[in-house]
């Protein structure tokens, strides 16, 4: 929040209301600023997978995160990375290697398959993942949500806009950075493990703004 003082009369102009995710305690006058949360946020959880078209354990992975997606539906979103490993010829791993590796360094993922819940929970390879990763999201959902994010797309000629909102329901400490992601689905490629079709590939990542505090 911001305060505005007015010097002739001493009075703070901000936001008075203590429901509001802005409320100013210092504020004498409201301004017509608060903001309110939405009536209804749903929890929603980001899943991300690396993979591969050349390694045979993702094959089980990633049908067992297909599953998850259709189970959880509105309390899940979900990005899969290709990796150039085994196989370096991944065309989805071509289309944008340098995004898929500055996401892979952020987690220091050695190999493939890996998947990371909320961007905490990280398990490697098929056994792990298989064991896990439910269990990572129902941890998730039941945590209570500290954040509203809404977001709006718009095309500009042939560049996708996203203008992103930021509701806060308490003061939350950095470093904080958010993040666009394009990702396509039902991408049709015969992979060499056997897969063909291909859900929330990533095409596109986008680094936003980064705050030490977000209130």
Same mark, same amino acid.
């Given at each position: =929040? #911001?305060?505005?003082?007015?010097?002739?009369?001493?009075? #703070?102009?901000?936001?008075?209301?203590?429901?509001?995710?802005?409320?100013?305690?210092?504020?004498?006058?409201?301004?017509?600023?608060? *903001? !309110?949360?939405? @009536?209804?946020?749903?929890?929603?959880?980001?899943?991300?997978?690396?993979?591969?078209?050349?390694?045979?354990?993702?094959? &089980?992975?990633?049908? /067992? /995160?297909?599953?998850? !997606? %259709?189970?959880?539906?509105?309390?899940?979103?979900?990005?899969?990375?290709?990796?150039?490993?085994?196989?370096? =010829?991944?065309?989805?791993?071509?289309?944008?290697?340098? @995004?898929?590796?500055?996401?892979?360094?952020?987690?220091?993922?050695?190999?493939?398959?890996?998947? +990371?819940?909320?961007? #905490?929970?990280?398990?490697? $390879?098929?056994?792990?993942?298989?064991?896990?990763? %439910? $269990?990572?999201?129902?941890?998730?959902?039941?945590?209570? &949500?500290?954040? !509203?994010?809404?977001?709006? *797309? =718009?095309? @500009?000629?042939?560049?996708?806009?996203?203008?992103?909102?930021?509701?806060?329901?308490? +003061?939350?400490?950095?470093?904080?950075?958010?993040?666009? +992601?394009?990702?396509?689905? &039902? #991408?049709?490629?015969? $992979?060499? %493990?056997?897969? *063909?079709?291909?859900?929330?590939?990533?095409?596109? /990542?986008?680094?936003?703004?980064?705050? *030490?505090?977000?209130?």
């Amino acid at each position: =929040s #911001i305060d505005v003082l007015d010097e002739g009369t001493g009075d #703070i102009y901000g936001c008075t209301d203590p429901e509001a995710i802005n409320y100013d305690p210092e504020a004498t006058i409201d301004d017509g600023s608060c *903001t !309110y949360p939405p @009536d209804e946020v749903e929890q929603v959880v980001l899943v991300e997978m690396f993979t591969n078209d050349g390694n045979m354990p993702c094959v &089980s992975v990633n049908q /067992l /995160l297909d599953s998850l !997606y %259709n189970q959880f539906d509105e309390n899940i979103t979900m990005i899969r990375y290709h990796w150039n490993s085994p196989n370096p =010829s991944d065309p989805m791993y071509l289309y944008n290697p340098e @995004d898929m590796e500055l996401r892979r360094q952020m987690y220091s993922v050695p190999f493939c398959p890996a998947a +990371v819940v909320n961007g #905490i929970h990280i398990s490697y $390879g098929q056994q792990n993942i298989e064991s896990n990763v %439910n $269990g990572n999201i129902l941890t998730e959902l039941a945590n209570e &949500s500290i954040l !509203y994010l809404g977001h709006e *797309t =718009s095309l @500009d000629n042939d560049s996708i806009v996203v203008d992103l909102e930021f509701l806060p329901f308490e +003061v939350i400490n950095g470093p904080l950075k958010s993040w666009a +992601v394009v990702v396509e689905d &039902s #991408i049709y490629h015969e $992979g060499y %493990n056997g897969e *063909t079709i291909h859900m929330q590939v990533m095409r596109d /990542l986008a680094e936003g703004e980064e705050w *030490t505090i977000l209130e």
